[in-house]
């Protein structure tokens, strides 16, 4: 999964399962893991989100910290219940047609497949603590020989921004 799919995911993860809903204007999360040994740590900021009145739909700009390509994501939920299944969309071009459905649950994040990719396969992930400010994720990428090995990611929220 696309560092900044993690993102909007551990985002929906906190609104989703807040007791009272947060209307938020802004999100950095930083997503840490390793490429070829090396140590790789990357920001993301989250800017106009928008939720559906109805709570099933989140819409959220992602773009990497510094710089780089805005990609629009669409989280939708086809329940308010929890174990719900989610499945996120991208607006933009560079991944057009890719998709992730996961189920999503108060404390993590289970049978999660992307389709459309050919780098990426399953993923799981687990929130370390009731305010879901970590997420420790876990997802299978394709190496240079066809194989899929799973790589862990950690996702920190940084800042939060409330709006009003």
């Given at each position: 999964m696309q560092p900044h799919s993690m993102a909007a995911l551990a985002l929906a993860g906190h609104l989703w399962n807040s007791y009272v809903p947060p209307k938020i204007a802004k999100c950095v999360m930083r997503v840490e893991f390793r490429k070829h040994g090396e140590y790789v740590s990357n920001m993301y900021d989250m800017l106009d989100i928008?939720?559906?009145?109805?709570?099933?739909?989140?819409?959220?700009?992602?773009?990497?910290s510094g710089g780089g390509l805005s990609c629009t994501v669409v989280i939708r939920r086809n329940s308010l219940e929890e174990g719900s299944e989610v499945t996120m969309t991208h607006e933009t071009i560079h991944v057009s047609g890719l998709r992730e459905v996961f189920n999503l649950y108060k404390m993590k994040i289970v049978?999660?497949?992307?389709?459309?990719?050919?780098?990426?396969?399953?993923f799981a992930g687990d929130f370390v603590s009731d305010d879901r400010k970590v997420l420790n994720f876990v997802c299978e990428v394709k190496d240079s020989r066809g194989n899929f090995y799973a790589v862990p990611y950690r996702l920190d929220r940084i800042q939060l921004i409330h709006s009003n």
């Open positions: 928008t939720e559906s009145s109805d709570r099933r739909e989140l819409k959220v700009r992602i773009m990497r049978s999660g497949r992307h389709y459309n990719s050919m780098k990426y396969r399953n």
